[in-house]
């Protein structure tokens, strides 16, 4: 099974940045899109960044600009940049992968993200 592990958060003030980091295991990593998704309390979770096996990055109009997703096949790992960090991007950052060898949609356990001052 697909194992996806997030890291990288913490408590920053505002304007400052993060990166966050996604290792996977147990998957075919490259040839599968990766999505980073963030739940605010209180709110849905939503989707902030996505990145095809070839490296196309797509991001959610909130994040356009602040936020860069990258990856690196050789090490099984997807990453998110954060910079210019707002008290709204508080939230739990997760990392999930449609897995095409499993059929299925793995989610990792989550990493918090706390923008205050």
């Known amino acids: 099974q697909v194992q996806l592990v997030e890291s990288g958060g913490g408590l920053v003030q505002p304007g400052g940045s993060l990166r966050l980091s996604c290792a996977a295991s147990g998957t075919i990593f490259s040839i599968d899109a990766m999505d980073w998704y963030r739940q605010a309390p209180g709110k849905q979770r939503e989707m902030v960044a996505t990145i095809t096996s070839d490296g196309t990055a797509n991001y959610a109009d909130s994040v356009k600009g602040r936020f860069t997703i990258s990856r690196d096949n050789a090490k099984n790992t997807v990453y998110l940049q954060i910079n210019s960090l707002k008290p709204e991007d508080t939230a739990v950052y997760v990392c999930?992968?449609?897995?095409?060898?499993?059929?299925?949609?793995?989610w990792g356990q989550g990493t918090q993200v706390t923008v205050s001052s």
């Open positions: 999930g992968q449609g897995s095409t060898y499993y059929g299925e949609y793995f």
